[in-house]
């Protein structure tokens, strides 16, 4: 599945006159034409174009493939270039000013890239390709056009991975029908790149060219004019066994490897310095069968966000026409179950009268040695208390805290009788409790003395009753 | 049928050009309307969903507060029977009473006024310590019945230092008239 929407990526070595593609199902290998100036023929093109488009088999709506490229080392330049210590983001700047000073045009017309050979506290030695740019843009055209997004390297380069030993010091002879391509290997980089002309004496200009011992040959022309006989009598020669078949070279192989075991290579690009460019939709090239799918693509999103929202009325409005209709039977029993009952509660709440409050207040106010007759109240906040004080000091005071508690109206001392030759005033009262919202808020306070005198513990505290009433 | 000139085809055409172009401009109005009826329809139907989703928590609030309240007051409406109320009122009140330390005296029961939504007045005395009083008195409202203290008298005892003496009257409310008002 995971194929299916992300293709595996292909490997591709273009040389002057072939183009070899390989990818895990199989491989292709395709003859190129090309004009005076290097270039492409038209209609080569034109069948590169179809035969890779049939061998990609990408979808419209697929991404594109990925498409790791080699190309020959036919105007490729490789450099030394030794940096100082840089971090790195300052070192492809630095490289910039180095590869205009070693190169003949300038980094904006070459597409390049570099690997690090050494690394050292003085410095850092890096090893610098290039090619100009038009060389990769021509390939690049065609590959996207095709359906691939391309990467290029140099495919000398991804022999060196093909090879079985890369430890010491070796060169690779890339030797096709048409060409030759030594590369010298120093500490696992391409240090220098030479083209051979196939059809002078290859061995002697291997040998001439190459300071290594140990050389390694690939490529379908490789055993031709005795060339490996030759150079065995001076070198260790070996061969680079690569499976037959379409698509498969050292190069293809090396690309491969680079890909599965993420081996990072020089990459080729145009490196361009950020310029500052406006959008122009009247420089937009519609001819362009790319510009036409992606216009389409926008009609289509244009039209789809036109019609989405009418199109989720019509499907979904019977769905939330079902669905509010249930939600508001349930909210209608809901409702006609707790409402009520919370209306009751509260109506029940509020008509509780505060009898236990005012009976605390009372006996809170009253002074020690006071005598209980009776205490009446009725819902109505009507209240009437007959009792025996001490003195008319006392009935005062009493009056006096009731009114300071904020909880009581109208507090009329009804009948106040002094009783003859004894301390004591016999007195009837009556009082209002004032309404719910405007009479103050009772905190119930227990004495260590009354809360140990009364015998259950939600009972709020009261004053003991005198052992004799007192008649009136 | 005579042939037609190469003049009349073209009026033919053109005219059968203009009448499918006023045909489809036609049914795309109509099309149109529709559309956007269904559509006003639905953004209605959306907006009303949202607004009882704010109900909801609403709902949901006031559930919280009834539950509270019903624990509060120990008190379940839904619990409660019309026939047996006041028989289980008056037990409850009763045993609350006699398991508080209270002396009971006479109990006297009464249909309440309709009009007040009133179910039943049941009076009583009773004498007890004081503690057992005032805890009765602490208790009456969380014996699971809708009952309201109507009055009270307490008065001492003069025969029994420490006893008082307490007549009650108390009002068994009548819940489903409550409720219905509201309703």
Redesign the interface.
Known sequence: MKEFFNPPPVFIEINPTSLRILRESGGLELQLQRAADGKLTAACRKGLMAALQNFLGRKHWQPRVRAVCGISAHGVSLRKIALPALTGGEIESVLRLQIEKEFPLSPDDLAWGWREMSNGPAGRETIVAAVRKEVIADYAGLLSEAGANPEFTVSAFARELACPSRNEAHAILEMDRSHAELVFIENGAATSLKILPSDGDIADAVLKFSPAKIIYISGNAATQNGLFEKLSARLDCRRLEIPGGDGFSAATLGLKKSVSENIPMPRLQSKLQPAKTAFSFSQMDFSRAENRRWLARIGVLLILLLILPYAEAILFKPLLARKLAAFKVQRQQFVSVVGPELHFLQSFKQSEPPYLDAIYLFSKAAAPGTHLDSLTLNQHGEITLKAAMQSAQQVMDFRTKLIESGFFANITVEEQTPIQNQPRVNVRMTAQWKPAGSRAAVKAVLSPVSAGKTNSPDAPAMPAMPDKIPKS | MRTLNPSEKRTIRYAVIFLSICLVLLGGVKVWKF??H??A???Q??A??RH?KS??GL?AS??T??KK??ED?Q?D??TLSTNTIVADASAAIQKAAMN??IKLGSIRESAGHSSAKEMATIEFDGSG????V??L???L?LLGY?L???????????MR????KLTVTIIV?D?KK???S??
């Open positions: 559309l956007a269904q559509r329809d639905y953004l139907m959306v009303e969903a009882l109900g909801a709902d006031q559930a507060v009834v309240m019903m007051f008190l409406p839904a508080g330390g310590p004081v503690a057992a005032i805890a008195l602490h208790r409202p809708p309201l203290v109507d009055s009270m008298q307490i008065t001492g005892d003069a230092p420490g006893q008082m409310l819940w409550a409720e219905a509201h309703a």
